[in-house]
């Protein structure tokens, strides 16, 4: 049974720019949420896909985008990036109703400088 | 809205010995899913112990268990024969539904040191 990938594992963008983060879900597991972990903070949950579609957002303005693939793999898209953006960006994925609990990968570290 | 609280930012706990770290949450759901989750410097976040809000018997997963009062929207984890690998952040999360999603809800964690 395969875990979370997420990749690439650190990454450092200048404001402004465009940023696209990986993730892999788990065997077996047909949803994929996203979460920004700011420094000394619990995650935040920006959204979650399901059959490829958006089907739930948190409190994250529309420059936070995503994808989700047949194979239930994932992307996140952050446009205009602003230094605030700076954060640990967690994949967890899980069946629909997430009753048993949630895979998380390791996370991306993205700094915006 | 959700809202869940750890009160102790730090714990530190004598090696073998027993740690219990505290967690509230707010909510005016009957039926729900706690957790916690450990998070090493992996960054991994790794389930340890998961309760439903509708059974009444706390959970446990070997050396770790809960004690849940509903009444009292209290969450609190146990971890006896404290081992040196379970130095990490512990975070309380709250299962809820948003638009028709699932998502968890954390607190803002615990740092557990174990001393040897």
């Known amino acids: 049974e395969t875990g979370v990938t997420q990749s690439p594992t650190h990454l450092i963008k200048t404001r402004g720019q465009q940023v696209t983060l990986r993730c892999s879900s788990q065997?077996?597991?047909?949803?994929v949420s996203w979460y920004q972990q700011a420094l000394g903070q619990g995650p935040q949950f920006i959204f979650q896909y399901y059959r490829e579609e958006e089907n739930g957002r948190g409190n994250f303005p529309p420059r936070f985008s995503g994808l989700q693939f047949p194979n239930y793999s994932s992307e996140l898209n952050v446009n205009a990036l602003e230094l605030d953006d700076s954060a640990l960006y967690l994949c967890?994925?899980?069946?629909?109703?997430?009753?048993?609990?949630?895979?998380f990968g390791s996370g991306t570290r993205l700094t915006v400088v | 809205a959700q809202t869940v609280t750890q009160s102790q930012p730090e714990m530190s706990v004598q090696e073998a010995e027993t740690v219990t770290l505290s967690c509230t949450y707010d909510t005016s759901e009957s039926d729900y899913y706690l957790f916690w989750y450990k998070q090493p410097p992996s960054r991994q976040m790794i389930l340890v112990i998961r309760q439903e809000a509708y059974k009444q018997q706390n959970a446990t997963e070997n050396r770790f268990s809960v004690n849940f009062q509903k009444a009292a929207k209290s969450f609190s984890l146990k971890i006896s024969d404290s081992q040196l690998g379970d130095a990490a952040m512990y975070f309380c999360?709250?299962?809820?539904?948003?638009?028709?999603?699932?998502?968890?809800?954390f607190g803002q964690g615990t740092r557990l040191t174990i001393n040897p």
């Open positions: 999360a709250y299962r809820t539904i948003i638009q028709g999603a699932q998502k968890l809800v």
């Open positions: 065997s077996g597991h047909n949803t």
């Open positions: 967890a994925s899980s069946s629909l109703t997430g009753k048993r609990g949630y895979t």
